[in-house]
């Protein structure tokens, strides 16, 4: 039985974007699809993996485990949206000095949960990245240099 | 491993940033989900919920007139569409392998009908509606018990579990053995683990039926050899078939070789004429995509009681599951080349069975066949010392080949190119302050603590599988594009192809551009795989601009009259040698070529392909050493530190080699302490989503200590060895050692990986039981 | 994966809120952080006809103290309840648990009463809620019950709430000697689910230990009440030996489930381990 679509307002990386969505639409696949915002993976269905991480008011969520009615009225930031113009956000930055990437899927997961940790806590040990980066894999770098990267970027930001 | 430029001069060897990186972290990547076509129409695949049993009936009437829905296809309707594996030997059995299910099914996860409709959603819907009915039929799982007399068959009509078997033997083995004063058994399982790249597998197919054209974006390691595959199933033309490998997630193996669900998609949309996706959902790749390891190894060694080894039988049996892919029978075929390690034991014996079950097929994952082999005699090697109560390393370097013995025709009669075993344990043990981790180990011991030193000792055979294409041209104005048949997903072949064509043209990297994973752009192509990029697709760059220089020499002396012999190359283009004022840059030079400016008798144009192929496979090897704690009151493993030497023979960007290290270290930490694919004795998977199977995180990863040693390929022109494999292959038997180091006070000789808590803890119980 | 279709509606206010629950009954479920809830309609486990959100009814989140009790919005994430002062300075074992829940972006989205109305048997919250003994305010469109914890867990996913009610807020008493709390928690090294955990709240006075609630996760289809621990810790002073004999009671009384991690055996003796371990945390709080 198909279900009515219900409007939704989400200011997305700053521009505000209506949109008709079903109720059972993710927000994930909202980004992806409705809005073409592709930077925003999907690598599993359990919630487990952190690649469609974005910033939901701010905080880090998995947009896989977001109903797009949900984020009626929120802002949304993406990967699109963390760098300014052409510079760089600090994390994403680093992430590429560091070598906090390979294959590139996990990465802007990866980036939206430091940007948020280190909002959160700027000046975090190892222990603490690590604890952060629980809802995120990786199977590329073995993490070594996404924590390097992440504690370089926290000292740029500091 | 420092990851400072050796020579600050050379691009080569210098830990240059990567290229790819800026568009990956600013989500402007492209992968296959992320291709934008009007009107694609979607896949949804009804899957086996049983592990075996004929198909009484199939219902999609139900799922037809869903909402949405263009068509549901199931057996019937592909017909004799199917997979086609190689024949390996000429008795071996090959089951049916259909795209989708033709009367029965063998493994849960069988795709049984397809529904298309206009949205994924909508085919999710239809999908799950489609009853099937079963007649299910007896399962089973393990290999060795399916090569047991009155095993239940995993495909009725073949009338047999036995896919293949092939032997080598070299030596007298029975006179070794019959003169051995000691024989060491070891029986080991190597876990089956999933390769979970984090981007599942996908296709995307858009026809073109005016032109006669089919283009293709696939999530795959190898484009060319896909489109070859795509074109045997489909009965389509190869030179009609445009394959992409845009933005690869990940592949580590199991996105080498072309599934049932990309041969479906193409087939839809030629049929349908509309672009089709379908992209794995992680469930579904865990039930679908082909899974590593899952080998049993039955093996003695044969000693003489000083600890020379004399002599090396290995059984392997290998776990296929339930269907042939094109490279599902290969790791198992790594002993036949691999099981004398990197000792001098010339009378071996190696025999490989294969055999089906009921489960997800296997095939190449990080390592493929190596972490097996190397497992097989680094334990084996273990087990010999201890029983013979010598040093485990005083073992190894009574056995090693010797530096001076390369290149060095091994029991198994495979020639390795070069090594120095000794060198590279020598290495490890100083970084790893081996004699004090040897004394806290001993004091440990004494206050009853469960504490263990391991080392491996291991070579890595890289870059076999044919050949790799690689061609570098140079357009009008002096650009240069490298195309590169390895296609990168993941490795930076972006960057370290243009270090290599940069350094090797004198041109500003910048100035060079590398394409790869296109059936048009890219003349031919294998693939990346087997950690052979460097070694074969370095080696065919490196040969192609070889050729390339040499040409351009031609042309730069008919510019300044003088003879090619008397060019050299300097920055940026050549100079008459001796005369530095008399030069032309390389924009002078591709001017040139491309306006009559070739001497007599030169075709013209710059662009060179080399096609390389050394006929051989480059050794690599490397020392790992390993220190673990376990709690013997909860079972937990705590690896302390761990050292990784590894000798690749030259690095060409030392910040991505060591990356490699740590990612193929994850993948073997992965196996030794908490991934195993488990099916239940009916045949269910128990391991099937992330909330079950458990890959390491940022946490799993313990201190690491990494190091070089470098000796030169002398059968390369770049002198590299390959490296993707060396975490995954050298560090799981460090572990393992380790482990049963810490666990041979309580009379524990052998677990098999990975070693999880509740494992240990219950070997730790019975052995306190007595 | 895409769930089901469903309809769904977010109301303004309880009363709203009821009126959807009488008119769709069985068919509708409620909707807090939705990080249980979603999953399982990914994976189409279930399949409601109708998502009732409570996120847009004022009132329903937030932290405060009233009176000698510490009241927890139900939509409170387990992110606020982590980070929060008042419930560290209160309840460190609380904040502590929350803190371990799922992963960094699930504690930002997931919330208290939805974990508890939930009633997974690998969740972490129901065993330190036990632990402190704390109730669940459950609100219907004829008034407001309170649950204890001891009674609100019935089963596996099941609870004492009814189909007309809704959780609204749960109350943690705070006693005049202040609980030493703590948890300890085995994660499914996957999941990161509870395979088995612990949460102890123990009152203390001149080093001999005047009460004690010790509650195990994992062991079965609800908290299990470690009560031969708790007696054999209540009078004593907490010294390593008297600890270590009162966890050795933990593994009595249990009934814990294999599953593909973990077997029966190793699971019922985790119960010790971890038992001993909060009852330690807990004894070492100041």
Redesign the interface.
Known sequence: MKHAALPINVAVNGKARAAEVEPRLLLVHFLRENLGLTGTHVGCDTSQCGACTVHLNGAAVKSCTVLAVQADGAEVTTIEGLADGADLHPVQAAFQQEHGLQCGYCTPGMVMTAAHLLETQPDPDDDAIKHALEGNLCRCTGYVNIVKAIRAAAEQMR | MSTEQNNPDSLIGASIRRVEDPPLLTGQGCYVDDVKLPGILHVAIHRSTHPHARIVSIDTAEAAAMPGVVCVLTGDDTGDLALRAPMLTPDMNMPEHPVLARGSVHAVGAPIAAVVAESRALAEDAAAVIGVEYDPLPVVTDAEAALEDGSPLAHEELGTNHCYTMKKENGDVDKAFAEADHICRLHMKSPRLVAMSMEARGVLAYPDPIRNELTVWMSTQGPHRSRADLANSLGFPENRIHVIAPNVGGGFGSKGCVYREDVLVCHVAQKLNRPVKWMATRSEDFLTTCQGRDQAMTSELALSKDGRMLGLKVRVVANLGAYLHSATAGPPQRMLVMAPGCYQIQDVRVEIVSAFTNTVPTGPYRGAGRPESVLNIERLADKAARDLGMDTLEIRRKNYIQPDQFPYRTGVNVVYDSGDYEKSLDEALRLSDYDRLIRMRDEARERGELVGVGVSTFVEPSGGAGFESGAVRVDRTGAVTVLTGSSSHGQGHETVWAQVAADLLKVPMESVVVRHGDTIAIQQGTGTFGSRSAVMGGGALATAAERLVAKAKAIAGNLMEASPDDVVQVEGGFAVAGVPERNVTWRQVAGAAHAKGTPAGMDPGLHEIAFFDPNREAWGFGAHVALVRIDADTGELTIEKLVLVDDIGVVLNPMIVEAQVHGGLAQGLGEALCEQMVFDEEGQPRTGTLMDYAVPRASTMPPLILGETETLNPFNPLGVKGVGEAGTNGAPPAVANAVMDALSPLGIDHIDMPYTAPKLWRAIKEARKG | ????????D?PGSLEEAFGLLRQHGEDAKL?AG??SL??AM???LTQP?V?I?L?RIPGLSGIRTDGDTLVIGALTTH?EVATSETVRGLLPGLADTASVI?????R??GTMGGSVAHADPGADLPVTLTALNASFVLTSSGGERTVAADDFFVDFFTTALEPNEILTSIRIPLPSTPARTSYAK?P??????VVVSAAAALTVDGGACTGARVVLGGVGGTPHRATGTEAALVGKQLTTDVIAEAARQAGEGIDPHAD????E??KR??AV?YAGRAIEAAAARV
Request: charged share 20%; hydrophobic share 35%; aromatic share 12%.
């Open positions: 994966m895409h769930p089901a279709s469903f309809g769904y977010a909707l939705g990080h979603l999953p990914k994976l189409r006809e998502l959100d996120s992110t799922g992963d960094l972006q699930v930002n989205r085995l499914h090294p996957a999941s990161g689910y593909s991690y973990a077997d055996e190793y003796h985790m381990v």
